[in-house]
Each structure stands twice: as structure tokens, then as C-alpha cells.
């Protein structure tokens, strides 16, 4: 699709993520300029950027940076070399590099003494879905810088997501999304694992995903309703008959000889729930263990 008006645009770091940033924002016409450590990977991007061997220059007459780094610890260490924050004074800097939301106010802190305004944005995409509609982004901070760029933006991601001034809080929706992903994947691998332990082949799991993944959305609007009503009554199934079910997994695993630890972990987790009195209510009453010590 061509664009009205190009925006210019520097991308701060050219490794699988950033490459793929820079040339999606290229793709629709905007004018990018890509800068990289290992200079050659800049070089590499294509697709219409121009690699520049200083990050000065790189950044130099261009609207909006964004920066895509292994870490903040390495955005920090770049942002405080010589002329950095000067060049980067009177633009928008999106950090597309993930962290914790006390990394987005670090971030944030570190921008309003240098008269940078800036996002925090979380990607939720592989570098192969960016500027495809598997690819989501949350952005956190000033409302109005969002809405200055969103247009530009929606060049990585049509799901361009504006979560909240706070900002915090795009690393926060990254976390609990992929808290709930790494999670959730552990737990799959772990019945695939047993299925082949017991000489079931564990296509036998995945043909059955759905009852799974079912459950888990089920349980998810259970438990949004039961937490905002602080609530957790119910006449499903209590805690305590969950604890039963979970001891059967722990002993086919053990008896299996797997590793026992992720079941044992989930109990234990349970178990404490069932302790501090919830054992007669329904499952998401885990939640209130997990608030409280
Ligand atoms: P990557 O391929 O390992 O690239 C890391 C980049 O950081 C490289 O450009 C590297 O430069 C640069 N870098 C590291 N330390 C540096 C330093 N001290 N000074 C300057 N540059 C430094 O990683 P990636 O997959 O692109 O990930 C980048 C960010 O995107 C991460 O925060 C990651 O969590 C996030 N992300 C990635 C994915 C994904 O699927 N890949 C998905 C969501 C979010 P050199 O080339 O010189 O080493």
C-alpha cells in the first residue's frame, strides 16, 4: 500500500526481531535507516534500508527511533555513549526491546531527563509473523505520542494495542501472557510425556488439544468473574477434589520414572490453597494463595 506521507524512521538494532522491524516499516515506503553493532547485520536487513555505521548519524533527521535489543542493560549502555542522548532529544523512541515493567519506568525515567518522548511497547510475534495479522503489539505511555505514530506503527502490526499511560504496562499484559504461554506449553509437554511413557503415542494428547484448551477457557472466564467478585464459591468441582486428581498425575509420573517436579510443583501450589481453608471452593480460589504469603 503507498504512503501519503513516509515517515523517517531509525532502527536501532538489526538482530532477528530488529531486521524484521525495520524491513516491515520499509515495505509500505517509509524511509528507514538501520544501525546495528556488528555493523555487517545491518547491512544485511535489505529490503529497502540504509544501514549506517554510526548510530548518530543513524538517528540523525528522523521522527521516530525504535530499538530492538537483547536487553535494557544493553539499551542503557548504547543510550549513554558519547552524543547518544543528544541525538535522540526532540524524538520519539519506542522501545520494542522486552523487559519488566520496572524497565519500562527505567526506560521512561531515563527519556523525560533527556527530553526524549517515549513507549514502551511488547511485541507478541516471531520475527517471520511481524506485518502479518499473527502479530500483536502492546504499547504503554503518553497517549498522545501513541496517536501521533499509530498510523506509522500499524506498518509491524495491524493489532496495534494501546494498553494503558501506565508505563508499565505493556511489559505487564507481555508477562501475564507469556507467564500463562510458558505455563500452559510446560504443562502439554508434560502429557505428551506421559502418554509415551505409559506406550501411548502421544498424537493420542494432541488429537485431544481441544478438551484441553477448552478447559483452560472455561476456567479463565470462571475465574475473571470469581476474582472481580472476590468470590470463588461454586458447586463444579472444590479444590479438594482437584488436589485427588493432581496426586494421580504426580504418581504416573513417578511411576513412569519422569520427572515428577512440574506435577509436584503444581500440587504444592494446590496443596497451599486447600491449607489456608479454600478447600471446598472452586478451582481459581488458587488465586487468593497467590496474592497472599
Ligand atoms: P538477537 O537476534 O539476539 O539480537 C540481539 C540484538 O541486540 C543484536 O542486534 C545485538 O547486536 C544487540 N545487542 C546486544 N547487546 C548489545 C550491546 N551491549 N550493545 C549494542 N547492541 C547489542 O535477538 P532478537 O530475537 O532480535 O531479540 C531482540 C529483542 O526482541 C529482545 O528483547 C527479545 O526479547 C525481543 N523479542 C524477540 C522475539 C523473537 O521471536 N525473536 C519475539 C518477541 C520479542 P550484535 O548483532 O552486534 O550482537
Redesign the pocket.
Known amino acids: 500500500m503507498a504512503l501519503g506521507s513516509p515517515t523517517k524512521i531509525g532502527v ?9 522491524l525495520a524491513r516491515a516499516f520499509a515495505a509500505p515506503g517509509h524511509d528507514v535507516a538501520v544501525w ?3 555493523f555487517s ?1 545491518a547491512q544485511a536487513v535489505g529490503g529497502g534500508t540504509v544501514a549506517f555505521e554510526n548510530l548518530i548519524e543513524a538517528v540523525s533527521g528522523r521522527t521516530l527511533i525504535v530499538v ?4 535494557y ?3 542503557f ?2 543510550f549513554s555513549s558519547p552524543g547518544v542522548a543528544s541525538a535522540l532529544a526532540g524524538k520519539t523512541l519506542v522501545q ?4 519488566s515493567p520496572a524497565d519500562a519506568r527505567a526506560g521512561l525515567e531515563w527519556a523525560q531527563a533527556h527530553g526524549v518522548d517515549y513507549l514502551d511497547a ?6 517471520s ?1 511481524v506485518a502479518t495479522d499473527y502479530a500483536t503489539v502492546f504499547y504503554a505511555g503518553s497517549r498522545s505520542v501513541f496517536d501521533r505514530h499509530v498510523a506509522t506503527l500499524q506498518a509491524l502490526a495491524k493489532n496495534s494495542i494501546y494498553v494503558d499511560e501506565k508505563i508499565g504496562a505493556a511489559a505487564t499484559i ?1 508477562c501475564a501472557i507469556l507467564g500463562a504461554y510458558y505455563g500452559g506449553s510446560l504443562a502439554l509437554l508434560h502429557a505428551a510425556a506421559m502418554c509415551q511413557a505409559e506406550g501411548l503415542d502421544p498424537k493420542t494428547f494432541f488429537a485431544h488439544k481441544n478438551s484441553f484448551l477448552g478447559l483452560i477457557s472455561v476456567t479463565a472466564d470462571a475465574a475473571q468473574g470469581m476474582i472481580e467478585r472476590n468470590d470463588f464459591a461454586g458447586d463444579q468441582c472444590s479444590l479438594n477434589t482437584h488436589v485427588a486428581a493432581i496426586e494421580h498425575i504426580v504418581r504416573l509420573s513417578q511411576d513412569a520414572r519422569l520427572s515428577a517436579r512440574f506435577p509436584k510443583e503444581l500440587l504444592d501450589n494446590y496443596k497451599r490453597a486447600v491449607s489456608a481453608g479454600l478447600g471446598s471452593q472452586e478451582l481459581p480460589a488458587v488465586f487468593r494463595t497467590l496474592t497472599q504469603e
Open positions: 536501532v538494532g538489526s538482530g532477528l526481531m530488529g531486521s524484521a546495528n553493532r556488528t547485520k530492538s535489543l537483547s536487553n542493560a544493553a539499551c549502555e548504547l520494542l526491546t522486552s523487559g511488547a511485541i507478541l510475534a516471531y520475527p509473523f507481555d
